[in-house]
């Protein structure tokens, strides 16, 4: 993964790159391959020793997660998502990644990033898989009395900003007759935020977004254009920069403890006489973190302090209040007309493929074109709404053999607290992704 | 123990004139600052200057006053951390060790998350309300950052913008200083009024100039977490700084009192009254010299008026001091004089720096916005940093807690009102008004009663034993006899016994017990409320004597830790002899006793022997009866008998 989750291709890494597995996985369908995982038969990958043969981000900053799921290795694993940290690698290594409510699953135990973002959430072949995964490690409100010792809120949850939500596997999950998908979605209003549709866009992304509208209706699903007025497209492109200063602000703030002291590597300087103390701090901490921690910590500082406060950060707060009202008010009343509410909404995961990160054809990376692939995931972040990326254009078909087919993740998204539902949508939409690629293919 | 090494503080001298004799008078009410030969009132908080003197007279211009801000910082008594399930000081579970009680949390161990303390919550609204703040149903939480190796999150956890409470007040008792201490061997005896070292506070408002009460605003109270403790390791030159984290994440109250204080004695004032408030209250311990209350001051000098255009350079022009408005014209800039752990400390470092201010602004070159840490060795301030080197604390809303609402879950009650009904108890002043009032007592004995709470339930449960006793032995006493007696007992007699042990135990270290060190801990008697209220009782109704319930007191302290008194006296044989015929009877056994036939017949002689033999007589029954005899009657049946043998004489 990227180090302290900062970064979106799985680059910023002590230990070197993470590889996407999903181009060694050419010749098994993928109806097989998502067969064989559920079956614990793990496909075998072999990277092989080629250094020129060009490596795809597996996307950031839950590389490992992804790429250990999407090769067979794990059947789910586990992730946080600060901007897109979970559904990004999802949608370029070919799975389903969801980040739910934030606060759902406890942060109890995860070395905080950003702690008002951080989210943990689940990396899995299937729908059925991440949904009775999140069912397992949701928090469970408990009505047991107050244990004395500890005079907290929240006994059972060691978080205080722990959100509870409902089941969401009951009986949902189960393989459907073809003829039942008409009616899966029957009810269901998908809202499609015209906001959403940048330049940025690759045609390939386009097409996919276009398909999956199709596939919803005809699970059954009416799709509603959510219009400008309800989000404001001004308001979705400040919300990458709002979130890079918030997201920098708290990472700077929760990775001051880390000053060789206590946590983080030791590095002694060369002794200086004066201000010994502050010099090894710092030499510890520009030898110790990453250069894109460390980017991040000075801008964090940076936007902090007390003549950029009021300008950057607060900036940013009115920024993720907007966008949070935005969102909220579309759900409750941006249907057709602006009469009925919308029950989810789709949107693309990521606009564009995994660069190529290293190989023979591997492109120099700028640092902030990288923030770019985080567009679609960082609203949804801000404004704390459950979001699950499925896989839409899977490994099948002609278009995996000219070299130029490239993984896309589609993105469903709802209000607080709306894991059900969206799970639902994601479960009908990969169903049917599977089964007419499936049919496809054979 | 995790150490880390850094050069020892330069410490720089900046101060040109000799001020050690400053503090050559520190006993005295003032000192004089040699250059301008100034001196500094600690009562009115002004610094004058002598213009003329001969050997009878001095006369003096007052040319400048203090103006004082104060911050503290009051470790709440609660058995856990502010965000952890770490035990502090006041759990049983707390081992002192070095770094022994801190739990991952306090040391900000990468993975664990705050968890507010409700009980941290409760204490911090009963203090507030107590000091007639304004609650703010919702606060916020925000991060403080700063780097100190014994700040283990790198920031801290407070509330900047949105205060637990806000606007509040604090009636302050002058503080008195306590008196010098005569040579060790010749310690005056006690007298009943002045029972009390530290009751160092005025009790009569009528016998001073000043008065009793001044009022100071206070602008908020917050909720914060306290840091670990850094302790200083010299050795070869070189200095190591050992930290102890078992004080990190300590909830502490930080009270911010508006500018409105103007003299050494009124800071002194303002502190030991909030350290009794909040003693009483029982939401902190208010040991200073365990670190459990610090404060900090602002100190800054103002021209008096009329004189304000001479000294122009010295204005305070930060605009962004909360308390502008305030501050007087032509006010100085201020100065911070961090962490003082005693009220002689908060008196001399305002004294040194009035009088170091004063000194700048005469010659010329104002004092600059500083903060400066107190030497309790040489008794001066010494600078940590000017204002260019402040420190730029980067404060953040607190993303990892929720705003906090004082609501069911917090409080355990569904308003904060009801909360307040059944958890903030009388206050201090109003329980003193109430003793004197309805019981009648004196002052300085409802001042050391309302020291305590527990203290007043003892008091009112001795009161209430004694009615009842002497209720069932069909004796009427005034109720506001009985509240004096009780009260005199326990001030004067039980009290003293309390404080005697706890000094054989502690040895003759009393440097702390002048700053208010509580004796009066009910837990420390060996005798509880019933038996001093029984033992009182047998005192009004005549059953013993007072010399001899002094005896019982003393065994009931003492040796026998059980028995009520009555049996102890019956055990003993102490018991008032209040017949006549029995008294009589006892007189005559002594007057015609053989070996007493020479006194009786000078006695029957007159004159001048009547009174003498009387005397005589009276020493020989009081003995005979084994010091049981009453003696106002015993006086009676002695004349009585003496009438009857030598009739005529007197």
């Known amino acids: ?442 | 123990m995790i150490r880390f090494v850094c050069s020892s503080l330069t410490i720089k001298k900046r101060l040109s004139t000799n001020k050690s004799s400053y503090f050559n008078h520190i006993r005295k009410k003032t000192s004089s600052a040699t250059e301008y030969n100034l001196v500094y009132n600690r009562d009115s908080g002004i610094v004058s200057k002598l213009i003329s003197h001969d050997d009878t007279s001095a006369q003096w211009k007052p040319l400048f006053r203090s103006v004082i801000g104060i911050e503290i910082h009051a470790q709440l008594k609660v058995p856990t951390k502010l965000f952890s399930s770490g035990p502090t000081k006041h759990h049983s579970s707390y081992k002192s060790e070095a770094n022994s009680s801190a739990s991952l949390h306090d040391i900000a161990y990468p993975g664990t998350l705050p968890l507010l303390s409700r009980s941290s919550v409760r204490n911090a609204v009963i203090s507030a309300t107590a000091l007639n703040c304004t609650i703010q149903e919702t606060s916020r939480f925000e991060r403080k950052h700063y780097n100190y190796p014994d700040l283990p999150f790198g920031y801290q956890v407070t509330q900047q913008r949105w205060p637990l409470a806000k606007e509040g007040r604090l009636i302050c008792r002058r503080y008195i200083p306590p008196p010098l201490k005569k040579s060790k061997g010749k310690r005056s005896r006690r007298t009943k009024e002045k029972m009390d070292d530290s009751s160092s506070i005025i009790t009569n408002a009528t016998n001073d100039d000043l008065s009793t009460f001044f009022e100071v605003g206070i602008d908020r109270i917050q909720l914060e977490q306290d840091t670990g403790k850094t302790t200083a390791v010299s050795s070869d030159g070189s200095t190591r700084y050992l930290i102890d984290f078992n004080r990190a994440g300590s909830t502490l109250i930080e009270i911010v009192f508006k500018p409105q204080i103007y003299a050494a004695h009124e800071a002194a004032s303002v502190v030991s009254t909030l350290q009794s408030l909040l003693r009483y209250l029982g939401t902190c311990d208010g040991k200073m010299e365990e670190g459990s209350l610090r404060c900090d001051l602002n100190v800054s000098v103002c021209p008096i008026s009329g004189d304000v255009d001479n000294y122009v350079s010295g204005r305070d022009d930060d605009i962004d001091n909360p308390f502008h408005a305030y501050l007087p014209k032509g006010i100085g800039q201020r100065v911070e004089v961090k962490n003082l752990n005693s009220l002689k400390q908060i008196i001399h470092s305002t004294e040194y720096e009035a009088l170091r201010q004063s000194t700048f602004m005469l010659n010329g070159h104002p004092t600059k916005r500083e903060t400066r840490t107190f030497d309790p060795k040489s008794g001066r301030t010494i600078k940590i940093r000017d204002k260019d080197g402040a420190v730029d604390y980067r404060f953040m809303p607190e993303p990892d807690l929720p705003p906090l609402r004082l609501d069911k879950h917090i409080l355990g009650t569904n308003t904060l009102q009801e909360f307040l009904d059944e958890n903030l108890p009388e206050l201090p002043e109003q329980a003193i008004r109430r003793l004197m009032n309805n019981n009648g007592i004196s002052e300085a004995s409802a001042l050391i009663i309302t020291s305590d709470r527990s203290l007043i339930k003892f008091f009112e449960d001795a009161v209430s034993t004694c009615i009842h006793e002497l209720e069932q032995r069909d004796k009427v006493v005034d109720q506001k006899v009985i509240s004096t007696a009780i009260a005199n007992w326990l001030c004067n007699d039980l009290l003293a016994l309390s404080k005697e042990s706890i000094e054989k135990e502690k040895g003759s270290n009393r440097e702390h017990d002048n700053e208010g060190n509580s004796y009066y801990l009910v837990e420390n008697f060996n005798v509880d409320a019933l038996r001093l209220g029984c033992l009182v009782s047998l005192v009004l109704d005549q059953t013993v004597s007072t010399t001899q319930a002094k005896k019982l007191l003393s065994v009931m302290y003492h040796k026998d830790k059980e028995s009520l008194p009555l049996d102890i006296a019956e055990r003993n044989g102490w018991r008032l002899i209040t017949d006549m015929e029995t008294l009589k009877f006892i007189c005559q056994k002594v007057i015609f006793d053989a070996k007493n036939e020479k006194q009786l017949q000078q006695y029957k002689m007159g004159g001048k022997h009547v009174q003498k033999m009387t005397k005589y007589f009276t020493g020989k029954i009081m003995a005979e009866s084994g010091g049981n005899a009453h003696p106002e009657l015993m006086a009676n049946a002695l004349r009585e008998v003496l009438d009857e043998v030598a009739p005529g004489v007197v």
């Open chain 1, 1 to 442: 993964m990227d180090e302290f989750g900062m970064g979106s291709l799985g680059t910023h890494s002590n230990n070197g790159y993470t590889v996407n597995p999903l181009p060694f996985l050419k010749d098994i369908s993928f109806k097989d391959y998502i067969q064989r995982i559920q079956d614990g038969n793990v496909p075998l990958v072999n990277i092989g020793t080629d250094q020129s043969r060009n490596v795809l981000s597996p996307g950031g900053s839950s590389s490992g997660s992804a790429a250990s799921v999407s090769m067979g290795s794990s059947i789910i694993s586990l992730g946080t998502d600060t901007g897109g940290s979970i559904r990004l690698p999802a949608a370029w290594c070919g799975i389903v990644g969801m980040k739910p409510t934030y606060g759902a699953i406890s942060r109890d135990g995860v070395v905080s990033y950003a702690s008002s973002l951080d989210t943990v959430g689940i990396l899995g072949p299937s729908t059925t898989c991440v949904g009775y995964t999140l069912d397992i490690l949701r928090n469970v409100k408990s009505e047991s009395t107050v244990e004395e010792e500890m005079d907290c809120f929240h006994h059972t949850v060691k978080d205080s900003t722990a959100c509870f939500i409902d089941s969401v596997c009951q009986g949902e999950f189960k393989d459907e007759d073809e003829d039942e998908y008409g009616q899966l979605l029957n009810g269901m209003n998908v809202g499609i935020p015209a906001a959403f549709s940048v330049d940025g866009c690759s045609l390939p992304v386009r097409d996919a977004w276009e398909r999956s509208m199709e596939r919803l209706i005809q699970c059954g699903a009416t799709i509603s254009v959510v219009s400008e007025d309800y989000i404001s497209p001004e308001t979705v492109k400040l919300s990458l920069p709002a979130y890079y200063v918030i997201s920098c602000a708290e990472a700077g703030s929760n990775l001051a403890r880390y000053d060789g002291l206590r946590y983080g590597s030791f590095y002694a300087p060369t002794p200086s006489p004066n201000r010994r103390r502050e010099s090894q701090f710092a030499y510890t901490r520009s030898m110790g973190f990453g250069r894109e921690v460390q980017r991040r910590i000075l801008a964090g500082t940076a936007v902090l302090s007390s003549d950029r406060f009021h300008t950057h950060y607060e900036g940013a707060a009115n920024i993720r209040a907007a966008i949070t009202k935005q969102f909220q008010h579309a759900f409750e009343c941006g249907g057709h007309h602006g009469t009925g509410g919308i029950d989810v909404m789709l949107i693309p995961t990521v606009l564009s493929g995994p660069p190529i990160v290293a190989g023979k054809d591997a492109q120099p990376l700028d640092s902030t074109e990288a923030f770019q692939n985080d567009v679609m995931t960082v609203p949804i972040s801000l404004a704390g709404l459950p979001s699950i990326s499925v896989p839409v254009n899977t490994l099948d078909g002609n278009s995996k053999e000219n070299g130029d087919w490239q993984p896309i993740g589609m993105q469903i998204f709802g209000p607080r607290k709306s894991e059900r539902q969206i799970l639902r949508a994601a479960h009908a939409l990969h169903s049917m992704v599977m089964k007419q690629d499936g049919s496809s293919s054979s």
